[in-house]
């Protein structure tokens, strides 16, 4: 029998360094758990946190070294595009990490299994971005998937959290069948799951009904990661019944991870048919940030506020895929940065307030907290005014950003639509600034001096949030350098 030579397929294996050192990291964490008795022990986060930022290190080497952007066999790339959300990514799963270090110690918790979960759900995203071919991105989909349906349900003794669980599994589920149907449509109309054999096959045939189908079913699948209405409706639920570190970690990483793959599989494959999809994305988004803002606003719960939050943004960000110009990309690419700093800042800020058993997700819990609370009151007053779109912090860039390269694309009504739901966002923002500054309230909070991880999150969230909101050139640029490699 003739051997069978792998070199090829193996050939430039460095474009996949990033995420097998964070898979690599996960199995130590799991053999690190069995070793390490002491609950209260740091060396499991600390173990975590080193591997991400390795990760991390090789990401931003590989940006600089300028290697073959393919490697096996052309199915994971490893351009710029792929290396900045790498980087974003790890740094999400960090602060991540980092909230959730006194939240461990407060609910009985399986430590070891927690961390795992959450590099394994890491390491799915990091491959979901640099996915070149769709078996590898439904691969990497479902490890990221899984994992993140296991963490939702990890606080077993809460019914809600069960529920929350068990309706993000069925609904996930049903929405892979959508995207897998969608892969195999493509299979039909291009004879190949790469991207590039796909985009080859659309320039040379032009629209056919069978990439028009799997363009809309691969278009539900994405439609459900990222929460776009009317895929939204599993999003509050779940958000609300899960842990809330890991309820930041589905805000930022999942829908991060999630656009980085959409844009690449509609950009970089069917930009060429831009007119047979863009009217679809315009309804969706303007659908989506609608429905978000509009229903945020009766919302008598900030974590659930933040949830349908989350909604009005998978909209503004798709501004980005409508737009499909260099600078709507770069714009999605920038605003889906910031948007990971200051939501995951609004939800630390949220878990700093609570205590086992004692949440403090209502908003009456909120009354009178930032004059007894000042850190944690001013922190949330960046994040609020950030989240709305206020100058001068980060929100306000990306949202200038995208509305910009819409108008310059010609997408006059979509900007205006964008500017008029950050509009109604506003009310309901500052009505948790209202509650924290204009309400008495006497509800106590554990000192942040006794939670240093969390309050790191905070901080290093604030400065982020407001360093680029003055200084947004320098992102920017990157951004539009990761976007420029998308091919």
């Known amino acids: 029998m003739t051997p069978i030579d792998v070199a090829p397929f193996a050939g430039h294996w460095e474009v996949a360094l990033p995420g097998l050192i964070v898979a690599a990291t996960t199995m130590l964490v799991m053999a690190a758990d069995l070793v390490v008795r002491d609950p209260d022990a740091d060396a499991l986060p600390v173990l975590g946190i080193a591997g991400l930022a390795a990760a991390a290190a090789a990401a931003a080497w590989l940006w600089g070294a300028a290697p073959a952007a393919d490697g096996f066999a052309s199915t994971l790339r490893a351009d710029r595009y792929a290396l900045f959300f790498t980087v974003l990514l790890c740094v999400g799963s960090i602060l991540t990490i980092l909230m959730s270090v006194e939240f461990l110690r407060e609910h009985p918790l399986p430590r070891g299994e927690y961390l795992a979960l959450v590099m394994l759900a890491t390491a799915g995203m990091i491959f979901l971005a640099a996915a070149n071919d769709l078996v590898v991105l439904f691969v990497a989909l479902e490890i990221m998937s899984v994992a993140v349906y296991v963490l939702t349900g990890m606080l077993r003794a809460e019914a809600r959290s069960t529920e929350a669980a068990l309706k993000y599994f069925l609904l996930g589920a049903f929405a892979t069948g959508f995207l897998l149907y969608g892969i195999a449509f493509f299979y039909g109309a291009a004879g190949s799951t790469r991207l590039g054999a796909i985009a080859a096959a659309v320039a040379r045939d032009g629209v056919r009904p069978f990439t028009m189908l799997g363009l809309a079913l691969v278009l539900v699948g994405f439609g459900f990661k990222v929460a776009l209405a009317p895929f939204h409706v599993w999003t ?15 805000a ?16 970089a494959t069917f930009g060429g048919i831009a007119a047979s999809w863009s009217g679809l994305l315009w309804i969706l988004a303007v659908l989506t940030m609608t429905v978000g803002n509009v229903v945020a606003v009766s919302q008598r719960s900030v974590k659930r506020m933040l949830a349908y939050s989350s909604i009005a943004h998978a909209g503004y960000a798709l501004i980005g895929l409508v737009v499909a110009t260099p ?10 940065a910031v948007y990971t700093f200051m939501t995951l800042g609004a939800f630390g800020v949220l878990l700093a307030l609570g205590r086992r058993d004692e949440p403090a997700e209502a908003l009456a819990d909120w009354a009178g907290i930032g004059f007894r609370h000042p850190v944690l009151g001013l922190s949330m007053v960046v994040f609020m005014l950030s989240l709305a779109g206020m100058p001068p912090t980060a929100g306000f860039a990306g949202k200038f950003y995208l509305f910009s390269a819409a108008v310059d694309a010609g ?38 001096g006794s939670r240093p991880c969390l309050l790191a999150t905070i901080v290093v969230a604030v400065l982020v949030t407001l360093l680029v909101g003055i200084l947004p050139a320098g992102p920017m640029e990157l951004a539009r350098e990761a976007f420029a490699s998308l091919r």
């Open 327 to 336: 600078a709507g990309g770069a714009a999605l690419v920038f605003y889906l």
């Open 411 to 448: 997408y006059v009504g979509l900007a205006v639509i964008g500017v008029l739901n950050s509009l109604v966002s506003v009310y309901y923002y500052f009505g948790v600034l209202v509650q924290m500054y204009m309400v008495e309230g006497t509800r106590s909070v554990v000192a942040l």
């Open 252 to 267: 930022v990483g999942v829908k991060a991870a999630a656009f980085a793959a959409f844009a690449r599989v509609v950009l």
């Open 236 to 250: 509050p639920d779940v958000y609300e019944g899960a842990p809330t570190a890991i309820t930041a970690f589905m």
